[in-house]
């Protein structure tokens, strides 16, 4: 099988070690190793012109997120159709859909959203693994993700609010005082501080954001109280489904955001649509129903989901907005859709 990977040296865990352990348990396998965005982008053209069976995606979910949007980018270019030709088949639009190559994503980010949906061990077991199943000719597994198109980007989740927020109290908790000595202030026990020592104390002194949700795309569907997708009544196109105060509006295609956190429970509970949630209670209610919107449970007073295929969110206010992971500035409309576009994620559960 013929693997590339690329290696984000700049990533929480991502090392030169990586890139040896990847010559090691995968001989003959295409390895970059990235310092820079312009590395990425010369290792993406790389890939667009001859694509592997399998890229590894070593430096979590940031990492994958930009080489999707980067190849994407390479691949719009080069099959723009000319004038008078003749339109696409169906075998041409379901190959179109794909993303190809199929993408494998290590856990080497800081949350890791997509690795451990898709059942990724730590880095070293998940190369020996698949070099173990490369070696012996088994056949491996995928998993078909749709994605979130918004802001002309793709991601397997996208969100305004509190998400937002926690990735730069994240990055901004690591100096000056906190309830944990700096050496701690990594990984989730980082984000808790930055939650707890600069989100929260904010969110006390200020007044609440409202949001106006407008359904754009196909009739919306709704998520009942036993988990199943259901017809919204009142969801038709054009209608609004929700308005009223916000605290996170997100909308995912994989079930977690990172560190085990379901935010998206329902996420690929029905094919072609995006699961869009909004939270409305206030920060001091959330910390009190932490564990049950750590772990997903529906229902939950304060928390509407619904199945969608595009939708316009309107704000009272400019909020802090997020990509994958990647905190992108501050928007007061953000409209997000099901991208024309799926991605094969390795199955890395059923490697061992």
């Known amino acids: ?51 592997p069976e399998l890229l590894l995606s070593a430096g979590g979910d940031g990492t994958a997120i930009a080489l999707l949007n980067a190849m994407r980018a390479l691949r719009s270019r080069e099959s723009s159709r000319p004038a008078g030709s003749a339109p696409p088949s169906a075998d041409e639009i379901a190959d179109a859909r794909r993303f190809a190559p199929a993408l494998g994503v290590l856990p080497l980010g800081t949350g890791n959203g997509w690795a451990h949906v898709t059942g990724a061990h730590a880095w070293r077991r998940s190369l020996r693994e698949l070099g173990s199943a490369r070696r012996s000719g088994r056949p491996l597994k995928f998993r078909r993700f749709d994605l979130v198109e918004t802001c002309g980007m793709l991601g397997h989740f996208a969100g305004t609010g509190w998400d937002a927020e926690l990735i730069d109290d994240f990055h901004a908790q690591k100096e000056g005082l906190g309830v944990l000595p ?29 949001v106006e ?48 956190f379901r935010a998206f429970p329902f996420a690929g509970a ?20 932490s564990r049950r919107l750590w772990r997903g449970e529906h229902p939950l007073e304060g928390m509407s989901t619904w199945m969608v295929t595009r939708v316009r969110a309107t704000f009272s206010r400019p909020v802090p907005f997020q990509i994958g992971g990647d905190r992108i500035g501050h928007r007061d409309v953000v409209e997000y859709g099901v991208a024309p576009l799926e991605v094969d994620l390795l199955d890395w559960s059923t490697l061992s």
């Not at 590339?4 to 390895?31: D, F, K, M, W, Y």
């Not at 202030?185 to 501080?193: C, F, M, P, Q, V």
């Not at 029905?270 to 129903?289: D, E, F, H, Q």
């Open 213 to 260: 949700i407008e359904n754009l795309g196909e009739d919306a569907m709704t998520i009942d109280a036993m988990g199943r997708p259901a017809k919204l009544r009142g969801g038709e196109h054009g209608k609004i489904l929700y308005r009223g105060p916000t605290s996170v509006c997100a909308a995912g295609t994989s079930e977690e955001w990172g560190f085990g």
């Open 182 to 210: 700096a050496s701690m202030r990594k990984g989730l026990a980082g984000y808790l501080n930055g939650l707890v020592t600069r989100m929260v104390p904010r969110h006390l002194m200020r007044p609440r954001v409202e």
């Open 1 to 51: 099988m013929d693997i590339a990977a690329l290696v984000n040296v700049r990533a929480r865990r991502g090392s030169e070690a990586v890139a040896q352990t990847l010559h090691h348990e995968l001989p003959g396998a295409r390895v970059c190793v990235s310092r820079s965005l312009e590395d990425a982008a010369e290792f993406a053209r790389e890939i667009a012109e001859d694509p």
């Open 270 to 289: 029905v094919r072609g649509r995006i699961c869009l949630r909004n939270y409305g209670k206030p920060a001091a209610t959330a910390l009190l129903a």
